[in-house]
């Protein structure tokens, strides 16, 4: 698995997923020298699909922490199961067992809910999880200095049973849509990757890849049209992830090519605010000439 970078490259395309050298560079050396990959970009560029795509092509169970503000550790990591240790208890108790033993048993592994780091950690496939930690820059730097004892040792101490280990180090990939800075202790640990938005070429390919039942015309127009918008001055810029949403709408509406009537109607699938879709209005739309896909809009 992965012996080149070009074989990286070639495996992420069975997936439908385009990696460039730089990041298929990144994918290669994370899983030759074991370390994790943060991948930091602008919201809808793929960052959530790699670790997506690597989960896929190595036959890894996905493992998702999700990360939000006032994250903490328990969550992130584990928590003791209340109520089904109350039930055992009472039930021991209906049964007679002497006072000395009750609630020998109640903190071990049997009542531990497990969260997804302790999850990754413990995870005894034949194949290492995929952990991906996404979003990372939504959680606190509280959470990050956990993360950062987390990502150094893979083992973590529960007082009530001991230190666990990894059996196998875990893929682990971070996100970050750069809502804010990560500190620089937690991407040390890391290989760092800053994916872009991709230049018309490169978002063709990733059409044609995830969409084969798009009209080629219609898929160049697409992604021109995209590569326009993405130079205005928008609050939030649409990704790839909107691309392909709005293709996906466009395939639904049996269009072959793109006109102002359809992009108006459509707008919906790219912008998420209001007042993006009135600025996109505002612009105004060439008449498409037959066969010449779209001239660039008029301000």
């Known amino acids: 698995m992965f012996k080149s970078i070009e074989n990286v490259q070639a495996v992420c395309q069975e997936y439908a997923y385009i990696a460039d050298k730089g990041l298929a560079t990144t994918l290669y050396l994370a899983h030759h020298l074991k370390k994790p990959i943060f991948l930091e970009g602008e919201p809808g560029v793929g960052k959530t699909e790699v670790a997506k795509v690597l989960a896929e092509a190595t036959g890894a169970k996905l493992i998702r922490l999700q990360c939000y503000e006032g994250l903490d550790a328990n969550s992130a990591l584990y928590e003791w199961n209340y109520p089904r240790q109350i039930l055992q208890l009472r039930i021991d108790e209906a049964r007679g067992r ?11 592994e049997a009542f531990l809910l497990k969260r997804p780091l302790l999850e990754a950690i413990q995870s005894d496939g034949d194949v290492p999880p995929v952990l991906l930690i996404d979003e990372v820059d939504r959680s606190d730097s ?3 200095a956990f993360l950062l004892e987390i990502l150094s040792d893979f083992q973590i101490t529960i007082p009530e049973i001991g230190t666990i280990r990894a059996k196998h180090i875990p893929y682990v990939v971070l996100t970050s849509n750069r809502t804010r800075e990560v500190h620089e202790a937690l991407k040390r640990r890391c290989l760092y990757q800053w994916l ?13 890849a995830k969409l084969p039942r798009i009209n080629e015309q219609l898929a160049v127009q697409l992604c021109e049209m995209m590569q326009f918008w993405r130079e205005g001055d928008y609050y939030k810029k649409p990704g790839v992830a909107e691309t392909l949403d709005w293709g996906l709408a466009l395939v639904a509406l049996g269009k072959a090519q793109l006109d102002a009537e359809v992009v108006a109607e ?3 699938c790219i912008f998420k605010y209001q007042d993006d879709i009135q600025r ?3 612009v105004e739309l ?5 066969g010449n896909g779209i001239d660039e809009p008029r301000r």
């Open 280 to 282: 996109a209005r505002s």
């Open 266 to 268: 459509t707008l919906g």
């Open 196 to 208: 872009d938005y991709p230049t018309v070429a490169k978002e063709l390919a990733i059409v044609q």
């Open 98 to 108: 002497d006072k000395t033993e009750l609630g020998a048993d109640l903190f071990s």
């Open 286 to 290: 060439n008449v498409l000439s037959e």
């Open 142 to 144: 509280e959470f990050e």
